[in-house]
Nanobody
């Protein structure tokens, strides 16, 4: 069973950049497709991006396409989310999640393993 720990959150000004990391342990990282989700106060947890087991296939929510980049380093057991051109509406707790399949999904119910989340706050 894989354990996930996010890091890299914090306060950033609108237009700025931030890179989130998700360190995995306790499983074979390359066996999992991975995803990033986010949850703003009072809202549901929304899909952000997903990446397949090798990193060769990615998929993004329309709201972040062209601004965010998901990537992974299987040798380091780490997932990343590079966030550029940040907007106040990107403010949320960001979660990484693991799916024991080759390819990811935009549905949070498809991911059985979750990290504890990291807060990203974008000031205007």
């Amino acid at each position: 069973q894989v354990q996930l720990v996010e890091s890299g959150g914090g306060l950033v000004q609108a237009g700025g950049s931030r890179r989130l990391s998700c360190a995995a342990s306790g499983g074979t990282f390359s066996s999992y497709a991975m995803g990033w989700f986010r949850q703003a106060p009072g809202k549901e947890r929304d899909f952000v991006a997903t990446i397949n087991w090798s990193g060769g296939t990615t998929y993004y929510a329309d709201s972040v396409k062209g601004r965010f980049t998901i990537s992974r380093d299987n040798a380091k057991n780490t997932l990343y989310l590079q966030m550029n051109s940040l907007k106040p509406e990107d403010t949320a707790v960001y979660y990484c999640a693991a799916r024991p399949r080759s390819y990811g999904s935009s549905l949070n119910v498809e991911y059985p393993y979750w990290g504890q989340g990291t807060q990203v706050t974008v000031s205007s």
